[in-house]
C-alpha cells in the first residue's frame, strides 16, 4: 500500500547485510522494497565482508550519519569470528546515541552476543540462559523478569499461527486491532538481554509451552530509538517470498516502525486489509 506523497523529503535508510544465517540476499530485497514502497523511504545498501579474513574490512566505513536510520539485516551465528572493525561499532554505538534510528531486523537480534553496547540498543536477543534477563508475560500482558541462569536459554520451537497481541499504547501499534493473526511466525521465549528502557508493544503466547513472550519492542538509547522483534524470518529453503512476510499486518507493522526509529512520529496509515484475530490477511509481491 503505497502512501500519498508528502511535502517532507524521503527518509534516507541504511540497510546493513552481507551475512547471516538467513537468506539475507533476499531478505534485503523484501525490506528495501517494503519500505520504498510505502513511499516515505529512500535506501541504500552497504554490505559487508564475508570472511574473518578479507582485507575488504579495512575500508568499510558505513557513514551512519548521512541516514535517519540504520537496519541491521546481519549476524555472525554461523560465524563467530566475523565482528565489525571497532571504529565501525564505536560509529554505531555513537550514531544511535545521538538520536539516530536502529531497527534490528529479525534474527540481527542474534547477533554480537560479546558487544555489550549492541546488547544494550536490542534490549534483548537470541542469547544463552545465563546472559542477563529474560521478559515472560501471563495472557493478561503482566511481565515478569526472569533473571540470569533461571529459565533456558533463547529458542522458538516450531513456528506458528500467532495471534498477535497489543500491549503498549505506541505510536507504532496505535490504530491497530488489540488481537490480530500472522502466519507461521517464530515466538521466541528467553529472549535474553539488559532487557533497561524498554517497551514492549506486542506479545503471543508459545503454543508448544502454553507461555507468553514479547513480539515486538521499542528501547531508548541515549537520544536514539530502536526496534526490534521476531517476525521477518526468511531462509534459505524458502521457495519466493513465504506468507509470513506478506502479512499485511507484519509489513506496517515494519514501515511504521522504521518511521518512528527515524522520525519519532508515525504518520503512515493502518490499511484497510490489516488482518483481524480470526483472519490473516497476504498480500500479493
Not at 94 to 119: I, K, M, Q, T
Not at 187 to 202: C, F, I, K, N, S
Not at 227 to 248: A, K, M, N, Q, T
Request: with cysteine; glycine share 8%; net charge negative.
Amino acid at each position: 500500500m503505497a502512501q500519498e506523497s508528502t511535502s517532507r523529503p524521503p527518509i534516507r535508510a541504511l540497510i546493513v547485510d552481507g551475512f547471516n544465517n538467513h537468506d539475507w540476499r533476499k531478505t534485503t530485497a523484501f525490506i528495501r522494497a517494503t519500505l520504498e514502497e510505502s513511499g516515505l523511504f529512500a535506501t541504500d545498501v552497504t554490505t559487508t565482508p564475508g570472511l574473518a579474513d578479507d582485507p575488504a574490512w579495512d575500508t568499510w566505513r558505513p557513514r551512519f550519519r548521512d541516514y535517519e536510520i540504520v537496519v541491521v539485516n546481519w549476524n555472525n551465528v554461523r560465524k563467530t569470528d566475523l565482528r565489525w572493525p571497532k571504529p565501525v561499532e564505536s560509529d554505531l554505538v555513537r550514531y544511535v546515541r545521538g538520536g539516530g534510528g536502529l531497527l534490528a531486523f529479525h534474527s540481527a537480534n542474534n547477533a554480537f552476543p560479546d558487544w555489550p553496547e549492541y546488547d544494550r540498543m536490542i534490549g534483548i536477543g537470541w542469547r544463552g540462559k545465563d546472559h542477563c534477563t529474560a521478559l515472560r508475560l501471563d495472557a493478561d500482558g503482566n511481565i515478569q523478569r526472569i533473571l540470569p541462569g533461571e529459565g533456558e536459554r533463547t529458542s522458538h520451537g516450531p513456528r506458528q499461527d500467532t495471534v498477535v497481541v497489543r500491549l503498549a499504547d505506541h505510536p507504532i501499534t496505535r490504530g491497530t486491532p488489540g488481537r490480530w493473526m500472522t502466519p507461521d511466525i517464530e515466538v521466541y521465549t528467553y529472549a535474553r538481554g539488559p532487557a533497561e528502557d524498554l517497551t514492549v508493544l506486542t506479545y503471543g503466547r508459545h503454543l508448544a509451552t502454553d507461555s507468553y513472550w514479547p513480539l515486538e519492542w521499542v528501547v531508548s538509547f541515549g537520544r536514539g530509538r530502536v526496534y526490534s522483534s521476531s517476525f521477518g524470518h526468511i531462509w534459505e529453503s524458502d521457495v519466493g517470498i513465504p506468507d509470513r512476510v506478506l502479512c499485511s499486518g507484519f509489513q506496517t507493522s515494519l514501515i511504521r516502525a522504521a518511521e518512528w526509529v527515524a522520525t519519532a512520529k508515525v504518520t503512515y496509515p493502518v490499511p484497510s486489509d490489516f488482518p483481524t484475530e480470526d483472519r490473516v490477511a497476504i498480500r500479493s509481491r
